[in-house]
């Protein structure tokens, strides 16, 4: 007989993602997710100067602030066809490289690492055995039995407060968890270590950006980065060498303990390669444009239908009519008045909730599709179409990390294991390895350019009287996000923003099509109902980010997640 | 995340956590911008709107002396009141277990860092409880009149930290952009 599971914490006001689960045999047979806030801050915007517009749409999300400021201006300049000057092209691509690290470092060790680790096992690790493992798979000097054992100290007397709370959300000694009490151990030492690479990623997008996390470098024409290599206020060489010693810095830790660990859990949780694929239709965007108008991209985007790399299609542009004209929104499964499927510079969205419907509306969140097709984003998405279009960084990093896996495993793992929960996770350390590379050549490139005596920052917009529509596409942290703007006299007469987690993390359209977190969670094994571990490692690994809106602390923490099994 | 310390090493964080664009829930960042315009804070003080960082508030409270922290919080009591809590209230509960990976962050970054040893290490929330937080740009009127009143509690405990601000002579302008109404700038 099925059960029913839902899984709806209530972190703020009001609910965010929710995820319910039909189980049935031990194994999940039907999956709705559903965003329980409606936001529609797009509606404010109207009216406003288009100028402004990335000053707000930086606000939607405290964590993705970056990401929506990028997609603005860009949406703005493709609207104005706008081009930018190099220097503004290239230091947009070290921010945007940077604080791809800094989320990707954070969300494998310090958001998800705990569906896989136990770390109430690390206790009963022995260190210098634990030192042994680490060094044999890793050059890293920081791995040493002291470091282990100071490690497995901080971690018995942490226990020893009582303060394990913080591992609430890590269901140890679940039956799913399967790594030895060293591998665990070592998972704790590099989650307290991640804490300094993460921050000194973010280190870099402050000193390009100004305060973090809210940047302040950017204008609809380029950035404000004043650029004068003999002056202490500005951008000078002194900064750069900066940001160069801390990328160097980063990029040894994610070679050396990022895709080193991400290699190991996956090798040892090999069945999880297994489940969790879901929707194989993928879809990226080109980033890190290495010309002013966005036509050269160092990393290649495009789509993937069906799993079938050969049929890769490339996205070529910042103005490729390919991506503009395929991407709508569904509404027939939201709390939204109608049943259309629209283009984004279309959308009139009339908020109209009702209960929720198995078989009608159940979410807040619309159904992107493209070409009417229900695609995944991510880092996945980014490193396989990359790997079809035959990127060389890509497909060297991809080939590494399959050597590594396949060498801990002790049999060959190939690509096709990438569509899963755990190549999601691969996926995005392989996408790191990528971005640290990335933001080294960039930074080349815009000493070079500076070099040459090229100081130019800002090319300034002028807004022509009737309408003009742009778009803006970035590859974001959790995948493709876009902004769509119509702009008429100057302001902003419509504004969408089709964000990453709305494609992957959307309810059915009117064909009844899964999303991709629903199509990935059918098949996963649940060994308890009441504990379901499984939901949350197939769910995690998309790196879910809905909760974009309100802040409200619980400092008395009398509500319970809620998990109802029924 | 900026490394300013005070002659004497010391190290304190005012940090405004909020979404600008959710009414009431603004009023970390509202405040945080009113104490820059109106008071001048020693070199180990450093004060910021935030946002909504979730756990990526860890590396602005790493190693701090002391941090005060401006936000909404639930509580039972009417809109407008002003409660505070300490370090031991904050982590005397569990933080929820999450979904998304972005939800309030403040009492997990408090833990991580007293498993890394290196938490503030006093704490204050000086929190506010809100009448409506959805989309929006401006505070309802009970969280509005909380203002000053959350301002001078931060005052307060600067004080006692002895590190205290020095009123600015005119007080300046809060840049508070996202107030404006669509149409006027």
Redesign the interface.
């Known amino acids: 007989m099925s059960k029913r599971i839902t899984?709806?914490?209530?972190?703020?006001?009001e609910g965010?993602?929710?995820?319910d689960v039909e189980v049935d045999g031990g194994s999940v047979k039907n999956s709705w997710s559903s965003g329980q806030m409606?936001?529609?801050?797009e509606?404010?915007?109207?009216?406003?100067?288009p100028r402004?517009a990335w000053?707000?749409t930086q606000?939607?999300?405290?964590?993705c602030?970056t990401v929506h400021a990028i997609a603005s201006v860009r949406a703005v300049e493709n609207a104005l066809k706008l081009e930018i000057p190099l220097n503004a092209q290239l230091i947009r691509n070290i921010i945007m490289a940077a604080h791809g690290l800094?989320d990707h470092i954070?969300?494998f060790y310090?958001?998800?690492a705990l569906d896989w680790v136990d770390v109430v096992s690390a206790l009963s690790a022995d260190p210098a055995k634990t030192s042994a493992l680490a060094e044999s798979l890793s050059a890293w000097p920081r791995n040493s039995r002291r470091e282990m054992e100071a490690v497995k100290a901080?971690?018995a007397a942490?226990v020893e407060?009582g303060?394990l709370?913080?591992f609430?959300?890590g269901y140890w000694g679940h039956p799913a968890m399967k790594l030895p009490p060293e591998v665990n151990l070592l998972a704790v030492a590099h989650y307290?270590q991640a804490?300094e690479y993460?921050?000194k990623a973010?280190?870099i997008v402050?000193l390009l950006g100004g305060?973090?996390?809210?940047i302040q470098n950017l204008a609809v024409g380029g950035v404000a980065n004043a650029i004068n290599l003999d002056n202490q206020a500005t951008l000078n060489m002194e900064k750069l060498f900066t940001i160069k010693d801390i990328l160097d810095d980063v990029q040894t830790f994610v070679e050396q303990v990022y895709l080193v660990d991400v290699a190991a859990v996956g090798a040892m949780y090999a069945d999880w390669t297994k489940y969790g694929s879901g929707v194989t239709n993928y879809l990226a965007a080109p980033e890190f444009p290495l010309d002013t108008a966005g036509t050269k991209f160092d990393i290649p985007g495009g789509t993937v239908f069906d799993g079938d790399l050969a049929g890769v299609k490339a996205i070529t542009s910042f103005q490729d009519p390919y991506f503009r004209d395929n991407v709508s929104e569904a509404i027939a499964h939201s709390w939204y008045d109608g049943d259309w499927n629209k283009h984004p510079w279309e959308e009139d969205t009339v908020p109209k909730y009702s209960e929720w419907q198995d078989d009608g509306k159940y979410s807040w969140v619309k159904a992107p599709r493209f070409a009417g097709r229900v695609m995944q984003v991510g880092p996945l998405a980014n490193m396989l179409v990359a790997f079809a279009l035959g990127d060389e960084l890509v497909k060297r990093y991809v080939g590494l990390t399959l050597d590594r896996v396949s060498a801990i495993a002790g049999a060959r793992v190939g690509p096709a294991a990438l569509h899963s929960t755990i190549g999601r996770h691969a996926a995005r350390a392989v996408r790191a390895g990528v971005f640290a590379e990335v933001a080294k050549k960039h930074w080349g490139l815009l000493v070079e350019n500076i070099g040459k005596g090229d100081t130019a920052i800002f090319n300034p917009p002028t807004f022509p009287s009737g309408e003009q529509r742009g778009f803006g596409f970035h590859e974001a942290p959790r995948g493709i996000l876009s902004h769509w703007v119509v702009i008429q006299n100057g302001?902003i007469a419509n504004y969408q923003a089709v964000v990453p987690s709305t494609w992957n993390a959307g309810p059915r359209d009117e064909k009844g099509q899964r999303g991709p977190y629903e199509a990935s969670l059918i098949g996963n094994p649940i060994a308890d109902v009441e504990r379901p571990l499984e939901v949350?490692r197939t769910?995690?690994s998309f790196?879910?980010?809905?909760?974009?809106?309100?802040?409200?602390?619980?400092?008395?923490?009398?509500?319970?997640?809620r998990?109802r099994v029924l | 995340m900026e490394d300013v310390r005070a002659a004497d090493g010391t190290r304190v964080a005012v940090l405004g956590l909020g979404n600008v664009l959710m009414g009431d829930d603004g009023l970390g960042p509202t405040v945080a911008r009113r104490l820059l315009a109106r008071c001048e804070f020693g070199p180990g003080v450093s004060v910021l709107d935030i946002g909504t960082p979730g756990l990526d508030l860890t590396p602005y409270i790493l190693d701090l002396d002391a941090l005060i922290v401006v936000d909404t919080v639930r509580a039972d009591a009417p809109p407008g009141s002003v409660r505070l809590y300490r370090k031991a209230e904050l982590l005397a509960t569990p933080p929820q277990p999450r979904l998304s990976p972005h939800d309030p962050g403040l009492k997990e970054a408090l833990l991580l860092l007293e498993l890394d040893g290196n938490a503030p290490v006093e704490v204050l929330l000086v929190g506010v409880v809100p009448e409506r937080s959805e989309m929006g740009t401006e505070l309802s009127r009970p969280v509005g009149e909380a203002v000053a009143r959350a301002e001078a509690q931060v005052l307060r405990e600067l004080e006692r930290l002895g590190v205290p601000a020095v009123p600015r002579v005119p007080p300046g302008d809060p840049d508070l952009w996202w107030a404006s109404a669509p149409g006027s700038g």
Request: charged content about 25%; some cysteine.
């Open positions: 899984v709806d914490p209530i972190t703020r006001i965010h993602l929710r995820i409606f936001r529609g801050i509606i404010m915007l109207k009216g406003r100067d402004d000053l707000f606000r939607f999300c405290g964590v602030t800094h954070v969300h310090h958001l998800s901080k971690l942490f407060r303060q709370g913080i609430a959300n307290l804490l993460q921050q973010n280190k402050a305060k973090t996390p809210n302001k949350l769910i995690h790196d879910p980010c809905l909760a974009c809106a309100i802040h409200t602390l619980d400092p008395e923490g009398k509500e319970l997640s998990l």
